[in-house]
């Protein structure tokens, strides 16, 4: 009961395109205090959150996927967001989470678990048989996250973020 209390001054809706701006600063800050240690500053002190807003804008034109945000009910704020759809790589059958955010003062209140819960709850409407996210390696906070959500490890692949070598891990979900 504490937990919902404490999501009481959280609450999340559908992202609509006029949450494309704010949508972009939440990203670059959850980048920056997320990713610090992770990818050269360079990366994260040089976000374009206005370039990020205008390709915010065309994801939220997409119907055919999931998009959500998070928001501080007192004020209104943007403090997390997540969007879902097709997975990149498997097809259509499976859902892919491909991003979700929060910032850090919004953290370790639930709304993780509540974004990921719309998230497969949208799979399932969508008769999508599994799901997989993708994830730096390194991001340990967000590695535990995944696995306390019940996914397990699945493939890894090579990759970059703005040139920076990465590796990607997955996670899967067989059904959701």
Known sequence: MLARLELDRFAIRPATVADAGAIARVQARSWQ??????????????MDTARRASMRREILLD????NLVAYETTFGELVGFCN??????????????Y???????????GLGRELFE???????????TSLIIWVLEAN?????????????????VQSSVRGYPVIEQSYVWDAV
């Open 140 to 156: 340990t906070y967000a590695r535990r996250f995944y696995e306390a959500m019940g996914g397990r490890e699945g493939p890894r």
């Open 99 to 109: 991003e979700i955010y929060i910032v850090d003062h919004a953290k370790r209140y």
């Open 33 to 46: 205090t997320s990713y610090r240690g992770i990818l050269p500053d360079q990366i994260l002190d040089t």
């Open 118 to 128: 719309g998230t497969t709850a949208w799979c399932r409407a969508q008769q999508m």
């Open 63 to 66: 119907s055919d996927a999931l």
């Open 84 to 97: 879902a759809g097709p997975s990149r790589r498997q097809g259509g059958h499976v859902g892919e989470l």
